[in-house]
T-cell receptor, first 115, second 117 residues
Framework: AQSVTQPDIHITVSEGASLELRCNYS??????LFWYVQSPGQGLQLLLK????DTLVQGIKGFEAEFKRSQSSFNLRKPSVHWSDAAEYFC?????????????WGLGTSLAVNP | GAVVSQHPSRVICKSGTSVKIECRSL??????MFWYRQFPKQSLMLMAT?????????EQGVEKDKFLINHASLTLSTLTVTSAHPEDSSFYIC?????????????FGPGTRLTVL
């Protein structure tokens, strides 16, 4: 069955420190992978996505993610975190469901940033 | 580009009334729109997938007669919560997938906070 696991429910980092948020997926075919960010009380904003080609993808706000097929992972990274990065981060994989396609979501990782 | 609006952003209603939420893709055509529900501190729960001009596909456990979805045009989908009750209080988020997309990318609206008294 298709699934997405985000092992870390909550992470706290200091401003300026590096960040890595983990995401593992289970999907039979080549996956379409996404990272979204949600600020409090807001909808979701697309940070980056992977479809094919270069396994290291660059996104907005200085984020990047690396697709590792052998590890079924798509971890999100940022070299230096800013206080404004505090938010909820969701990893998702595109999947077929009958005649439709939808996103399978991880449970999210809540990021807190200490000054 | 790829902006999705949602209206209203916040609504409070009395138990037993119906509430309509609109979702619009402002700068692209969306053949498919999605409606999600999100409980506090939790992930998104897909309620239904809406394809323009056809009936919505509801996820297991979602009452289609309670959550009416209409996708009448390539830029507008509506969710009507009928005979709302306090347990329907939640954060409802829509998303839209461009008709040209073959890669599952969804763009999200800002959400609607529904409170049923």
């Amino acid at each position: 069955a298709q699934s997405v696991t985000q092992p870390d429910i909550h992470i706290t980092v200091s401003e300026g420190a590096s960040l890595e948020l983990r995401c593992n997926y289970s999907y039979g075919a080549t996956p379409y992978l996404f990272w979204y960010v949600q600020s409090p009380g807001q909808g979701l904003q697309l940070l980056l996505k992977y479809f094919s080609g270069d396994t290291l993808v660059q996104g907005i706000k200085g984020f990047e993610a690396e697709f590792k097929r052998s590890q079924s992972s798509f971890n999100l990274r940022k070299p230096s975190v800013h206080w404004s990065d505090a938010a909820e981060y969701f990893c998702a994989v595109g999947a077929r469901a009958g005649n439709n396609r939808k996103l399978i979501w991880g449970l999210g990782t809540s990021l807190a940033v200490n000054p | 580009g790829a902006v999705v609006s949602q209206h209203p952003s916040r609504v409070i209603c009395k138990s037993g009334t119906s509430v309509k939420i609109e979702c619009r893709s402002l700068d692209f055509q969306a053949t498919t729109m999605f409606w999600y529900r999100q409980f506090p501190k939790q992930s998104l729960m897909l309620m239904a997938t809406s394809n323009e001009g056809s009936k919505a596909t509801y996820e297991q456990g979602v009452e289609k007669d309670k959550f009416l979805i209409n996708h009448a045009s390539l830029t507008l989908s509506t969710l009507t919560v009928t005979s709302a009750h306090p347990e329907d209080s939640s954060f409802y988020i829509c998303s839209a997938r461009p008709g040209t997309s073959s890669t599952d990318t969804q763009y999200f609206g800002p959400g609607t906070r529904l409170t049923v008294l």
